[in-house]
């Protein structure tokens, strides 16, 4: 039989069993209960084990996952209380605090309503430079709208003395510039203020215009990094005097690694700002 120190085996218990069998009838019905009780407990513990095994698999498998929401999760927050700080604070009780003097207090009802919180979950920033405006509000949804998006507009192309386009108004919005004409088609590439996407403007009718925006023209790299259960994403930008500019992104999934790439864009580059697609490149 086994030492007192190690967990008794099938062949262990076994001979137990017999040996209980020529014990006195009074003696071996109690060390028959005693034994059915073990018996009991050893089948319990085999269940909880199996249990926490199955549980430990399934985290394992949900990790990764887990772990770049989370990742994420701090980058967002971050970037949301630097924002307070930096620029000061509108809280839902409409007070506000002093840049870069007293921190302000946030409670939960501050974290629901904020919409610069809800803004930099979404993976958006504030743009660097003002968007155009639709009848004198900012336009924000055409900066944001996807390529295969067209929207009707009333529209008009400005032309000089000798009938060359020099701009167009789009929505009482004076400031587009154009770019390249295909007078046979009544069409024109424009962009605003010579920053962000461009578009093409075809007129119809009149007024009445299609305003379509241009596919990417460009193509960039990100390279992503594995590191454990984490993830790390870096832009790589070629230089005018062919050198390459490597550009750390605070990212920890592909979604919002674009996202931050289009922002470094806008910021740094609003020429090309929306005219780039972004191809991953793994390490």
């Not at 999934?253 to 289009?262: D, F, V």
Request: charged share 30%; hydrophobic share 40%.
């Amino acid at each position: 039989m086994s030492h007192l120190d190690t967990p008794l085996d099938a062949d262990d218990l076994m001979m137990i069993t017999e040996r209980i069998g020529k014990l006195p009838a009074a003696e071996a019905e109690w060390v028959s209960v005693l034994l059915q009780e073990l018996l009991r407990a050893r089948t319990r513990e085999a269940e909880l084990l199996a249990g926490e095994a199955t549980l430990r698999r399934e985290t394992e498998a949900h990790s990764a996952e887990l772990d770049d929401h989370l990742a994420q999760l701090a980058l967002d927050t971050a970037e949301w209380l630097k924002t307070l700080w930096n620029v000061g604070y509108m809280g839902a009780g409409n007070f506000r605090a002093d840049p870069r003097s007293t921190f302000p207090s946030i409670d939960l009802e501050d974290v629901r309503k904020s919409s610069l919180f809800a803004r930099i979950r979404q993976g958006k920033h504030a743009l660097p430079f003002a968007p155009p405006t639709r009848q004198g509000l900012p336009w924000h949804e055409l900066l944001e709208c996807q390529a295969e998006q067209t929207h009707t507009v009333n529209a008009e192309v400005i032309r000089d003395e000798e009938d060359l386009p020099i701009g167009a108004i789009i929505e009482a919005c004076a400031e587009w510039q154009i770019i390249e004409e295909d007078a046979g088609q009544q069409e024109f590439i424009v962009q605003y203020q010579g920053k962000g996407p461009r578009y093409r403007l075809r007129l119809t009718d009149g007024t009445t215009a299609r305003l379509h925006r241009e596919p990417p023209s460009m193509t960039r790299k990100i390279h992503l990094q594995g590191h454990g259960s984490f993830h790390s994403y870096t832009l790589e930008w070629p230089e005018a005097d062919d050198r390459k500019q490597f550009v750390p992104l605070r990212a920890a999934t592909w979604a919002r690694a674009e996202s931050e790439a289009e922002h470094w864009l806008a910021t740094t580059h609003p020429e090309v700002y929306g005219q780039v697609r972004f191809e991953v490149c793994e390490q």
